[in-house]
């Protein structure tokens, strides 16, 4: 770690002896980014479908979800709903209840996103028979 450090300050050193001005040419930007740009809808259809396979299995759930919570962003509730029906075939109730924590998680200081989400997921948690975390009283430990 010191020999990394000591490089570093030397070469550091060394830039701020230069006495010429070095000339220096314009440099080129470049685009990366040549895929197809998806739109907030098909990004919704495409987990949609993903977790609404048939023959999920409880790791490819968790995957999905571990990949859907690393994004910069809150599910969108129709997404929220196909975990929730996945976690329902799987007969998984405990992975239904973490990824209520992790939407509420997700929406961070947001207050406002949450109950929200809980308001228009209630049809599916009364038709699925599952309980938020709030109703488990995890909320309060």
Same mark, same amino acid.
């Given at each position: ?8 300050? !030397?070469?550091? #050193? ?11 040419? %314009?440099?080129?930007? =470049? ?9 907030? @809808? ?21 995957k999905g979800m571990n990949t859907l ?6 599910? @969108?509730?129709?997404?929220?709903? +196909?975990?929730?029906?996945?976690? =329902? ?5 405990? !992975? ?5 924590? #992790? ?5 961070? %200081?947001?207050?406002?996103?949450? %109950? ?9 948690? +009364?038709?699925?028979?599952? +309980?938020? %975390? ?8």
């Amino acid at each position: 770690m010191f020999r990394a450090v000591f490089r570093l300050s !030397s070469t550091g #050193a060394r830039c701020l002896v230069r006495s010429k001005p070095s000339i220096s040419a %314009p440099l080129a930007s =470049r685009c990366y980014s040549h895929g197809q740009v998806e739109t907030d @809808e098909e990004f919704d259809a495409r987990w949609v479908t993903y977790f609404s396979k048939p023959d999920i299995d409880a790791w490819e759930l968790r995957k999905g979800m571990n990949t859907l919570i690393g994004y910069d962003l809150v599910p @969108e509730a129709k997404i929220v709903d +196909s975990a929730l029906r996945a976690c =329902r075939r799987l007969n998984d109730m405990a !992975s239904a209840i973490r990824i209520l924590e #992790a939407v509420k998680d997700k929406a961070g %200081p947001h207050k406002e996103i949450y %109950p929200y989400l809980i308001q228009e997921l209630q049809p599916t948690l +009364s038709e699925l028979g599952i +309980s938020t %975390p709030e109703q488990l009283g995890m909320d309060k430990l």
